[in-house]
């Protein structure tokens, strides 16, 4: 870009873009054979050339990959050397750009042409699973067998050579039953190679029809009773549709998909007569004659068109769509079907197929404007690559509980008395640190800035790192007496679920003693239940402390009391004695609510000194009644 020599001759935006450049990336003067030049790198100019290294860059990237891939024996793409995959389909005009070739930057057909082989066995389409893979009816198989032995006592009893009494003594009989439940598969699935599936779907079992009586004695008396594949002649495919589903691995980049469909009918008896195949199936041939039929009769509706006053009004139309209703009949048909497509990964990220690139990153993060280290803060944290298996969320130092949303975003519950890092000039009240883990790898740091005014409280405090825990109890009520209209109730032990993770855990303020405390170190404290929250809720029960009798583990490496296995069982089974004294005193006619929040204001009792506990723990309690 040349600079005016007066300023007046351009006030656009891009002079002004220039002359802020100016100062950052300081003017330099250039000299060519031609003559003086003043260059100012702009901002559009400036982003060219990031996007011209970068094209440049993936240019070699992908003509490498294509050699690369082009060696496996199941690719049929060559390589043909290096292409250049960057140009462009737009085409510049005589009048609007004069004396302009763009020649050199329109796309070779040969690279196109190269790089669809290279999509096709790079990312090649596999049908991945098939529902349903078989469908069965069973069927009660009973077969008896009866075989006289007395042929020949019968013939000498008939010339006198033994009486009737001996006959009878020594009259034989074999006898077979057989009773089985057999399978008759109504649908199966098959797979032909990686992109050719489909069903086979069989009729389910159906009784015989009535002969008549002379075709009953001659066939039962010179051929013997009906075959299978003579009961199976006489079986229908009931009418219907069926329900089929395949899921086929494709790239995340294409937008629709071409399905080839054929069907046809097939003999289920192996003993029919040869001739008769041409009844239930079609051949290409036949396909290709219908085919054209149905284009003559096209060609035919196009004439008519030109004689429709010689009909009834809309006669033409309808016959039209008669002819395309036969046509979807047909046996061969493509179905063009489009897919949801992920359009956000490019460049380099598209063609990385190690197992670090699928290491997890983080983006940014929405909901509170910041974490206030003495409560509890659920925040959606933005990202790819997250996944469903192993992972885990660390902020600031602890162990945060989280739930996938999909692999690009996820809601976490960040607890109590996390690390806050030190203030910058970017986060002036200090920022927690925010990592994911997956089997593939640890995503960068992603800062969440402390709400002002919240760590100096959180840091000389005792708090819940898990403040809302969700249960749900389900009870059984049984009636008092006969016609009473009252009811007592009982929550059964296999009746409570409780979500992971299986403790609760008191975060301990860095300047306490017990944090130089060694990790085998078995500190018993109890946590006083106040009678804030039960106690003013709940009727008189036998323990009015659910903390009561409990031991607690301090954890050195995480800084806080842990309560868990028998403790934390031994916990529960306090609350659910006070929600049962709950429910039989206030609802005793059999009416009571679906959920029961409650709120648990505890303090530490250590040799003797009540330290409070800054933060509630809040139960929210899900009722389900067994007994419906």
């Not at 702009?42 to 690369?68: C, Y």
């Not at 929550?491 to 409780?498: F, P």
Request: aromatic share 8%.
């Amino acid at each position: 870009l040349e600079k005016p020599d007066s300023p007046g001759e351009d006030q656009g935006s891009d002079l002004h873009d220039a002359q802020k450049f100016d100062g950052i990336l300081k003017k330099k003067d250039y000299s060519s054979d031609d003559k003086h030049l003043n260059l100012l790198p702009t901002t559009v100019s400036s982003l060219a050339w990031a996007v011209l290294v970068e094209a440049a860059l993936l240019n070699d990237h992908l003509n490498d990959d294509i050699k690369r891939v082009s060696r496996d024996p199941k690719c049929n793409c060559m390589c043909t050397g290096r292409q250049c995959f960057f140009g462009t389909d737009f085409h510049m005009t005589e009048s609007e750009y004069p004396g302009m070739d763009d020649s050199g930057l329109r796309t070779d057909p040969a690279a196109e042409q190269a790089f669809v082989e290279y999509v096709k066995c790079r990312w090649p389409i596999h049908v991945f699973a098939l529902d349903p893979q078989r469908q069965d009816q069973n069927i009660a198989d009973t077969f008896s067998m009866r075989r006289e032995m007395q042929l020949a006592l019968a013939l000498a009893f008939s010339t006198g050579r033994t009486n009737a009494q001996n006959m009878m003594r020594y009259a034989r009989r074999l006898e077979l039953d057989l009773e089985t439940v057999r399978l008759n598969s109504t649908a199966v699935a098959f797979g032909h190679g990686a992109d050719t599936f489909g069903w086979r779907f069989y009729p389910r079992v159906q009784t015989p029809s009535f002969d008549s009586n002379l075709k009953v004695a001659v066939k039962d008396f010179l051929i013997g009773g009906p075959s299978n594949d003579e009961l199976k002649k006489q079986w229908e495919l009931e009418p219907g549709m069926r329900e089929c589903v395949a899921i086929v691995l494709m790239p995340s980049f294409i937008e629709h998909v071409t399905f080839d469909a054929h069907g046809q009918y097939f003999k289920l008896s192996g003993l029919s007569r040869p001739w008769d195949g041409h009844k239930t199936r079609s051949t290409m041939l036949e396909n290709t004659r219908w085919s054209e039929d149905i284009r003559s009769m096209e060609l035919a509706l196009e004439q008519m068109v030109c004689e429709a006053d010689r009909y009834r009004e809309g006669e033409v139309e309808r016959i039209m769509r008669r002819v395309h209703q036969v046509a979807s009949k047909l046996p061969m048909q493509t179905v063009n079907a489009r897919v949801p497509n992920e359009n956000t990964i490019g460049g380099f990220e598209m063609f990385s197929s190690g197992i670090t690139d699928l290491a997890p990153e983080l983006i940014d993060y929405y909901g509170q404007p910041g974490i206030n280290p003495a409560k509890e803060t659920r925040v959606f944290l933005v990202g790819n690559h997250f996944s469903v298996h192993e992972t885990q969320v660390l902020a600031g130092n602890r162990n945060a509980a989280f739930s996938l949303l999909s692999r690009d975003v996820m809601e976490v519950q960040i607890p109590a008395g996390v690390q806050a890092m030190a203030a910058t000039a970017e986060y002036p009240h200090g920022f927690v640190d925010v990592h994911v883990a997956t089997p593939y790898g640890v995503s960068g740091h992603l800062a969440i800035p402390v709400i002002p005014g919240s760590q100096s409280a959180a840091s000389q405090s005792y708090l819940w790192d898990r403040q809302n825990v969700v249960l749900e109890y389900g009870y059984k009520k049984t009636e008092t007496g006969q016609n009473t209209g009252l009811y007592t109730y009982a929550i059964e032990d296999i009746g409570i679920k409780v979500g992971e993770p299986h403790e609760l855990t008191i975060s301990v303020p860095g300047y306490d003693i017990v944090a130089h405390a060694d990790d085998n170190k078995a500190i018993e404290a109890s946590v006083v239940y106040s009678g804030q929250g039960l106690s003013t809720i709940l009727g008189p029960t036998e323990k009015s402390n659910p903390f009561d009798s409990l031991k607690m583990r301090y954890d050195t490496k995480r800084s806080a009391y842990v309560i868990e296995l028998r403790d934390y069982y031994t916990f529960h089974q306090n609350i659910k004695d006070m929600v049962k004294g709950y429910l039989d005193d206030n609802f005793p006619k059999g009416t009571p609510p679906t959920d029961i929040p409650l709120r648990v204001v505890g303090k530490l009792k250590m040799g003797g000194v009540d330290i409070p506990i800054e933060n509630d723990l809040n139960l929210m309690i899900k009722l389900v009644d067994l007994n419906q």
